[in-house]
T-cell receptor, first 112, second 116 residues
Framework: SQTIHQWPATLVQPVGSPLSLECTVE??????LYWYRQAAGRGLQLLFY??????ISSEVPQNLSASRPQDRQFILSSKKLLLSDSGFYLC???????????FGPGTRLTVL | AQSVTQLDSQVPVFEEAPVELRCNYS??????LFWYVQYPNQGLQLLLK????STLVESINGFEAEFNKSQTSFHLRKPSVHISDTAEYFC??????????????WGLGTSLAVNP
């Protein structure tokens, strides 16, 4: 069976500090991978998606970046966090030829 | 372009009462339709999906949704809700012929609060 992991579960960071959130998928190969942000009381905002190693598409211009160094690893980064980066970050995967997405447990980021 | 509208941002309901969470979509192409549920501080879980075939789809915990192509709707219903159904519910669509682009278009969510 497939599982998706995210860490850390919670993170409190000062403004201007760097960020690295990691997501890994087990039990499948060549998944599509997605990073979402969910601000308090709002819906899901797609940040990045990837259809393969090193292939990243950005949906929203911002100070965040994503990388996919391995087939089942997806990393969300920032060099300098802003207050507006606070939120709940969700990683998801889907099979290459399917639309259904499977979500990780999320990371709660608070920028102070 | 596609869009999803969840008509109610919050739905309060008493335990054992019926509930309907409304979802309408706009698309120039055929779509797949999904309902996801998010419990507090957790990731999203797929509740049910419409891909093809019967327009009425059911989940294992008593929810059902009906695809209505003429009204471009995919409303979620449950005849009798439990306290444990309290959660955020998201409707989403994606193009059938998406190629490598398997993005989902999301509604803003409906917060279901079941009260005793």
């Amino acid at each position: 069976s497939q599982t998706i992991h995210q860490w850390p579960a919670t993170l409190v960071q000062p403004v201007g500090s760097p960020l690295s959130l990691e997501c890994t998928v087990e039990g499948t190969s060549n998944p599509n991978l997605y990073w979402y942000r969910q601000a308090a009381g709002r819906g899901l905002q797609l940040l990045f998606y990837s259809v393969g190693i090193g292939q990243i598409s950005s949906e929203v211009p911002q100070n965040l970046s994503a990388s996919r160094p391995q087939d089942r690893q997806f990393i969300l980064s920032s060099k300098k966090l802003l207050l507006s980066d606070s939120g709940f970050y969700l990683c998801a995967w889907s099979r290459l030829d399917h639309n259904e997405q499977f979500f990780g447990p999320g990371t709660r980021l608070t920028v102070l | 372009a596609q869009s999803v509208t969840q008509l109610d941002s919050q739905v309060p309901v008493f335990e054992e009462a019926p509930v309907e969470l409304r979802c309408n979509y706009s698309s120039s192409v055929s779509v797949y339709l999904f309902w996801y549920v998010q419990y507090p501080n957790q990731g999203l879980q797929l509740l049910l999906k419409y891909l093809s075939g019967s327009t009425l789809v059911e989940s294992i915990n008593g929810f059902e949704a009906e695809f209505n192509k003429s009204q471009t709707s995919f409303h979620l219903r449950k005849p009798s809700v439990h306290i444990s159904d309290t959660a955020e519910y998201f409707c989403a669509v994606s193009s059938i012929n998406a190629g490598n682009n398997r993005k989902l278009i999301w509604g803003l969510g409906t917060s279901l609060a079941v009260n005793p």
